[in-house]
T-cell receptor, first 118, second 113 residues
Framework: GAVVSQHPSRVICKSGTSVKIECRSL??????MFWYRQFPKKSLMLMAT?????????EQGVEKDKFLINHASLTLSTLTVTSAHPEDSSFYIC??????????????FGPGTRLTVL | GNSVTQMEGPVTLSEEAFLTINCTYT??????LFWYVQYPGEGLQLLLK?????DKGSNKGFEATYRKETTSFHLEKGSVQVSDSAVYFC????????????FGKGTMLLVSP
């Protein structure tokens, strides 16, 4: 159990276009999901916390208008990179926390989405 | 906020060698502590966790003990296998708000036959 999927796994887009990445919890409900960006030196940076039915909480330095997050249901959160530029190219990873999980702070991660902006 | 310091990698070992990956953290209060592993081409997987001082998390032969006095959570394995080659991340959770995780930079482990 506790499987999280992401779609697409890879996406290439032109500069100036928008890209949507989906994160789904397949076998559990998740009121809270998280979006990370993984940099070439392997560190993960938390971008935002996504909450079903309310606005996302963004970390300091992350542009809300550029990285739009929508948590439409208890199993789906989406990240839209708007007006993408080459510097947005990265590996984006989502995670989800089970509503019935013990301990509550265990997160289950998706496989990631490789975004390349040309 | 929390912060994590992990030993620089890559760590290169021969099969059946003993593994230690150091992790120290700074945090407010007493967070839960996690080790996640990322195998090549895959997403992060929870390896083990500990929720309070002196707890020992264990899984797949790996162990880590929550040391409050030294604010450490070092990962150990007595005999590594080639299949253990991966990147390992130490992460404390915040004790307030959304219990967010703060990740270290990760330590790559390479095990040769």
């Amino acid at each position: 159990g506790a499987v999280v999927s992401q779609h697409p796994s890879r996406v290439i887009c032109k500069s100036g276009t928008s890209v949507k990445i989906e994160c789904r919890s397949l076998d559990f409900q998740a009121t809270t999901m998280f979006w990370y960006r993984q940099f070439p030196k392997k560190s993960l940076m938390l971008m935002a916390t996504s909450n079903e039915g309310s606005k996302a909480t963004y970390e300091q330095g992350v542009e809300k208008d550029k990285f739009l997050i929508n948590h439409a249901s208890l199993t789906l959160s989406t990240l839209t990179v708007t007006s993408a530029h080459p510097e947005d190219s990265s590996f984006y990873i989502c995670s989800a926390r089970r509503d019935d999980g013990r301990p509550r702070d265990t997160q289950y991660f998706g496989p990631g989405t490789r975004l390349t902006v040309l | 906020g929390n912060s994590v310091t992990q030993m620089e990698g890559p760590v290169t070992l021969s099969e059946e060698a003993f593994l230690t990956i150091n992790c120290t953290y700074t945090a407010t209060g007493y967070p839960s502590l996690f080790w996640y592993v990322q195998y090549p081409g895959e997403g992060l997987q929870l390896l083990l966790k500990a929720t309070k001082a002196d707890d020992k998390g264990s899984n797949k032969g790996f162990e880590a003990t929550y040391r409050k006095e030294t604010t450490s959570f070092h990962l150990e394995k007595g005999s590594v296998q080639v299949s253990d080659s991966a990147v390992y991340f130490c992460a404390p959770s915040s004790i307030s708000g959304y219990s967010t995780l703060t990740f270290g930079k990760g330590t790559m482990l390479l095990v040769s036959p």
